[in-house]
């Protein structure tokens, strides 16, 4: 249909949700987006742009738009989206946007755009539904009502003070069921659950998720009501959490864009290979410090690969488990002295299952029952290194303030290659020279 | 508190919300469960036991209670919730604790039994509300009040025809503002995102997150709404979704539960330690191979465990992405394509780069020219290989239909390791030898 003209490609947009355009975009060059764009009425149009995916770069998208139809599109877009478009562009096409843009909303796209992007300021919408405390069913029926205009929906409608100070939350149906002179300081449920603006957003995804919310009131320190945040923006915050956790995990920094350019991929990855580069030394060191014995038995070095690879492995697997269960809860004293327990005893059983395998083999197919020996001593211990390091370490970064998942693989191999070279050549030293 | 006597629990208990409960089980022993359980009223009662974590086993509280109070509690429950519960239960327990129930709630709970606990049916809550299209205003208010006595908060309202298929959905704003006399028929926002009994609960999420919702209805393949699934269970599922990426990625079974028994964990691990033990005797097999390299150029057995080792971190780099990548959202052929080419790109950079250091070390530490230019082609021949196989194995799976995160680190180390062993030790028996 891009092939056609422009009423036909609009009749053709119509029958599509603005999510499903803005999917689209993702397979689109650039200039297509443009075109429909232009093409789309307003509110759909900007629908379209506040679900496009960040790595489509949406802000870019808005100003090469013609400026009119540009403005037309931001006073479209909820206050939140268009702050976190807005944030990402040049300072000096900020300021241009702001400036052309309605006194009222450039100060409250202002005001969002001083919170940090992942604090519950940065995320919350300051366009909301709210009643005096001292309004009667009427009154606030016909508030409600008001400015239910503007918005697509509404979940939760808050009680304020005169001075916008959060009192509590009132639902709709309690309103309507109420006699006609009942009083909103009777209906409401005091003591909601709210967030101060600079809570960070794991923490506000935390609390929504603790609590089934589906929306959460945003407050300063003077619990004057600043805004709120739904629960459609935190699922996308879920989804960036575990994105990020995952990366991490894996040795690449959080922040590299899942579809971004190579360029950005060597400048994310790099400084973390190199971080295992140093570390691949330090292992080296302990295989040279043993070149006699590699000489002398040359198949210890065969076996030895698999020592440390199996290290590797059985840390990653308890590394994983510690640091999602570390994610999901704060672990207590005496649950983290069991996670060790546990780790400590898994090591162990499935490193003397695997040394028995390994062991047996070198018994049959080298005819050395002390090779054998040796390996399955290497294979027990170094699997139960890895149990332990696999658990311990995280829990101790946890503890000390530091983000567990930088405990990445990268860190724990490093433990289990240096063992893993250690242990077998050791003991083959010992026992086998 | 938990010395003191009964009332004064209860006093203590008052102040916390059913989750904060339930978290708190979490670090109590299950006889302390039974004892809040029985000093809570019935509706924050069955709140905790609903919001316990599925590690903690309500379902085994549930059984332990006094029948009495288990029915209460139970009837107390949302029918998804109450069903989730009884789904644990061995057989016996579940027709007992069926048998003793109200007829209306038994068999809506058989009904939800019959669905796959992963799929919509599985999610859905039956309980919700529903509106004729041929209703007036006054009509439809009605109804609303009465169907939402039963419920905590209800976030839309369905519109049905007589046989009760979905027609589309309505705001309570809409027929607020409405004149006395509209029907619903003009007042429903036709066409609703809505999900088939059957459909996986990865999918639920994936709607949901798209299209922003805070509930979808659930019909069957007549189109007959049989009930709703709420964000707030759709978080759930995308947690457990991340725990499972998590876990699959790092080469533990999806299901070993994080605060599991070390018998459990062992069950779970085991299994993929064997396998790559196996992968790790291929390995062995590629150094074994090479011998007589060994011996006679010692040093090159160290850095070969520094090209490996740099090679599996790089695979399991470009697979964390990728997989990411793919869980998010499906690649057309030339976004594969171009992704492929990336990791290609990135693979061949980071190994000129790390190989360049490791080339410069042996040549000034070892003072060897010859073995700088054989390992700066082994580690950039390896970390190009670790990047095209970290892209491309998850792409393929992901083509011919199978789980793409069960492309883990352990399968792919398994061409870093033997690439990373063959590389250095046959250009040392070509140029070193």
Redesign the interface.
């Known amino acids: 249909a891009l092939e056609g003209d422009d009423a036909g490609l609009a009749e053709v947009l119509q029958d599509y949700?603005a999510?499903e355009i803005a999917?689209l975009f993702?397979?689109l060059p650039s200039e297509a987006h443009e075109r429909i764009i232009n093409i789309l009425p307003t509110e759909i149009a900007s629908e379209v742009i506040s679900e496009m995916d960040e790595e489509s770069h949406p802000e870019e998208l808005l100003i090469n738009l013609d400026p009119e139809k540009r403005s037309e599109i931001v006073s479209e877009l909820d206050y939140d989206d268009a702050t976190d478009l807005i944030a990402q562009l040049e300072e000096h096409e900020q300021q241009d946007l702001l400036e052309s843009m309605d006194e009222e909303d450039a100060s409250s796209i202002r005001a969002l755009l001083s919170y940090g992007e992942n604090t519950a300021g940065g995320l919350m919408n300051s366009s909301l539904i709210k009643v005096n405390i001292r309004q009667d069913k009427k009154g606030a029926?016909d508030d409600?009502?008001r400015q239910?205009e503007e918005m697509e929906?509404?979940?939760t409608i808050y009680v304020v003070e005169d001075d916008d100070t959060l009192q509590g939350v009132v639902?709709?149906?309690n309103i309507?069921?109420a006699h006609a002179d009942a009083k909103i300081s009777s209906l409401l449920k005091a003591d909601p659950v709210y967030v101060n603006a600079d809570v960070d957003q794991e923490e506000v995804a935390r609390l929504?998720?603790?609590?089934?919310?589906?929306t959460i009131p945003v407050v300063d320190d003077h619990m004057k009501l600043l805004g709120r945040i739904t629960?459609?923006d935190?699922?996308?915050v879920?989804?960036e959490e575990?994105?990020e956790?995952?990366?991490k995990?894996?040795?690449?920094s959080e922040d590299?864009e899942?579809?971004g350019?190579?360029q950005d991929?060597?400048k994310s990855?790099?400084p973390?290979?190199?971080l295992?580069?140093a570390t691949?030394?330090l292992?080296?060191?302990v295989?040279?410090h043993f070149?006699s014995v590699?000489?002398a038995i040359?198949?210890i070095?065969?076996?030895m690969?698999?020592v440390?690879?199996?290290g590797?492995?059985?840390a990653?697997?308890a590394?994983?488990?510690t640091?999602?269960?570390i994610s999901?809860?704060d672990l207590?004293d005496s649950?983290a002295y069991r996670?060790v327990l546990?780790?400590f005893?898994?090591g162990l059983?499935?490193g003397a299952?695997?040394g028995l395998?390994?062991g047996a083999?070198a018994f049959v197919y080298d005819g050395s029952p002390m090779m054998g020996v040796v390996l399955f001593l290497a294979m027990t211990g170094n699997?139960f290194i890895a149990g332990l390091t696999g658990a311990t370490i995280p829990l101790v970064l946890k503890r000390v303030g530091i983000d567990p998942a930088v405990a990445s693989?990268?860190i724990i191999?490093t433990f289990t290659?240096c063992a893993g070279?250690f242990l077998p050549l050791w003991f083959a030293s010992k026992f086998l020279l």
């Open positions: 949700h999510s999917i993702e397979r029926l409600i009502i239910s929906e509404f979940y639902s709709i149906k309507i069921k929504i998720s603790q609590y089934n919310l589906t629960v459609d935190i699922i996308d879920m989804e575990s994105t956790d995952i990366l995990f894996s040795g690449v590299e899942l579809s350019s190579w991929a060597v990855r790099l973390w290979l190199v295992n580069l691949g030394f292992a080296a060191g295989v040279r070149a590699q000489v040359p198949t070095v065969a076996y690969t698999i440390s690879g199996m590797g492995n059985a990653t697997q590394l994983a488990v640091v999602r269960r999901l809860s207590t649950q996670t546990k780790e005893s898994v059983i499935n299952v695997n395998i390994v083999f699997l693989s990268i191999t290659d070279f």
